[in-house]
């Protein structure tokens, strides 16, 4: 398992919601992350 402490980020959902990784704080969490270039 990798634990990392992560600055602040903030994101937007599929439906246009800000979403902030404090939001999750103490809940395990996956970030799945994917770009095309």
């Known amino acids: 398992m990798l634990l990392q402490k992560i600055q602040e ?3 937007s ?3 246009g919601n800000k979403v ?3 939001d ?3 809940k395990n969490t996956l970030i799945f992350m994917w770009a095309s270039w």
């Open 13 to 15: 959902d599929l439906n």
């Open 24 to 26: 999750y704080r103490g």
């Open 20 to 22: 902030s990784i404090s």
């Open 9 to 11: 980020v903030k994101l």
